[in-house]
């Protein structure tokens, strides 16, 4: 084969895209080395370092020697030819060919050298490029880290080596990071990022992975070993961030989920997949820092799976019935009104809020379930209207995360107006907050409701962090003492003097109260001590079903002396 059939094919290669190593390379540099009596040819290739790096032009260039061919054989080199093939940007390739000593190239040899270089910016020009794709897909820009498919491509070869097991498999998400962000601006925020992630791959030693997924997420495969110290590591990382001419220590931690990767392995994507399910689970169920993989984590997923897939079709089907669990006025117990109490009818099972509530509220989807409730209650007040019975008012929840919609007071106002009720028989209850933000958005939403004649409650007062301001700024008609008030066997000095209190104050305010939860007739007899005499709770009835409760309307009155 002719020197130029040889660079030919070799350029066939190039362009046919099969085969562009540098073995066939090496070939068609061999054949034309042995031709012309070339004793050594060295290719210097000039190209930009991390030329994946989005500031390309920024990047320093990397200069690097390659020997394509050497004769060793040939004892001394004559002087070599060099040629370069530039780019037009300052990129470029140099080849050094040395003859044999005595070997003069002539004119033909020489038009071929030259030809030669410009392959060779061709050929390793695209050998980059490859690499730089390849490297680029599998980094995560901004650390430097592996991404998701350079994770799971070593985390393959772990697996290919039978040591999977010895690993723990992690899924962190650094903790509040948008706030932080948000104070020193997203440079900063990225900034930060960068030195977390130097600091936590620091630790990994060359065996482990740790990979940015993006944002503020990343996963990591750690020896067993060093579960503890990994553990504490991610609890506290320290970074700065300049604001201004300062420099601001800023510490760091994480929710972490980890699973211990045992036998119940299935395929390799659940080294990401599970511990994000266990970190999800930290933050936004648990409200904790760390959680593990467990059979009872999985189980607990897969039912809120469930739930959260069968929901849309449940609610179409009208799966769900609201009950009515009775208010009592225990001072003559007469029947003062009743809360409206969800539940879901699923073939034989009756299953409780707790159950599907939590969950529906976290994926925003309550909001549905809400109105079908009140819409539920309006249909059958307007029942017991048309059987000739008198109504009490009924209390409807509405979640706390349907708020942040501000048209939700007109809705329920048309919902009750649709079926021609008297406002006076809806109430509308919702829990208390402590957030400085849902507290005006709470404030507006009662005084929407109150201004359209529609009674409000605050549900489960005392329950967590109440405080004085719910009975200062909120516009409502109702308290409602959670049980946890009277859930002791003993009642004590500070509960009555607190809830005595608490009645008066509400009392002077001209906001009722009542208790709910009120099971035994110690409680009751206490409540009343204190100053309340509204009462729901199993004392007196649990929730009833629809057609119980129109019964109970009837008779209207609680017969205790039985
Ligand atoms: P809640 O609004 O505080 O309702 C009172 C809960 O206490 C009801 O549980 C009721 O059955 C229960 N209860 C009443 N008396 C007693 C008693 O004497 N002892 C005990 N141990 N429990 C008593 P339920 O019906 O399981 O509802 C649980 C929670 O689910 C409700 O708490 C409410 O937060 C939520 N929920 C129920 N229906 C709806 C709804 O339609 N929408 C929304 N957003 N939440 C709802
Ligand atoms: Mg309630
Ligand atoms: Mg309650």
Known sequence: MSVIDSLLNFCHTLTDGKQQDMESFKQAAAVYAGEYGIAKLMIETHFRQDAASPNRNDAPIVSRNIVIYEDTDVAALGEPVMQKYMNNSDEYVISYTYPAA??????????????????????????????????GTLTQYMTGLPNSGG????????????????????????????????????????????????????????????????????????????????????????????????????????????????????????????????????????????????DELLFHISEQKKVLESFPTAIRAKEFTVFYQPKVDSRDNSLAGAEALVRWIHGEEIISPCAFVPILEREGAIKALDLYVLENTCLDIRRWIKAGLSPVTVSVNISR????????????????????????????????????????????FLERLSEMGISTAIDDFGSGYSSLSTLR???????????????????SRNDEIILSDIIHMATMLGVEVITEGVERKEQLDFMNKVGCYLIQGFYYDKPLAPDAFTERLKIGKYDMSI
């Not at 004119?107 to 050998?127: C, D, K, N, V, W």
């Not at 700024?473 to 009642?491: W, Y």
Request: charged residues 25%; glycine residues 6%; proline residues 2%.
């Open 401 to 444: 995360k349907d708020l942040d919609d501000h048209t939700l007071p007109y809705q329920i106002c048309d919902i009750i107006d649709k079926y021609e009720i008297d406002h006076k028989y809806i109430q509308i209850e919702i829990t208390e907050t402590t957030d400085e933000a849902e507290h005006d958005i709470m404030i507006e």
């Open 151 to 294: 994770y799971m491509a070593r985390a393959a070869q772990i697996l290919q080596s039978g040591r999977l097991f010895e690993y723990d498999s992690y899924y962190f998400n650094i903790k509040g990071f948008g706030l932080v962000s948000k104070k020193f601006g997203f440079k900063q925020g990225d900034e930060m990022i960068r030195q977390y992630a130097h600091s936590v791959a620091g630790f990994a030693d060359p065996e482990e992975i740790v990979a940015h997924l993006g944002g503020d997420n990343f996963v990591a495969l750690i020896k067993k070993a060093h579960y503890a110290t990994f553990v504490s590591l991610l609890q506290d990382v320290n970074v700065t961030a300049e604001k201004g001419d300062k420099e601001i220590p800023v510490k760091l931690n994480s929710t972490i989920g980890i699973w211990h990767i045992d036998g119940a392995f299935k395929e390799l994507s659940e080294i990401i997949s599970l511990p994000a399910m266990a970190m999800n689970a930290a933050k936004n169920v648990l409200h904790q820092q760390i959680c593990h993989v467990s």
């Open 473 to 491: 700024n909120f516009k409502i008609n109702t308290l409602k003492i959670d049980r946890s008030f009277i859930d002791n066997d003993v009642f």
């Open 102 to 135: 005595g070997v003069e190239f002539d004119p033909q040899a020489l038009r071929e050298i030259e030809l030669f270089s410009t392959i060779s910016y061709f050929f390793f020009g695209r050998l980059r490029f490859g690499e730089m794709i390849k490297k």
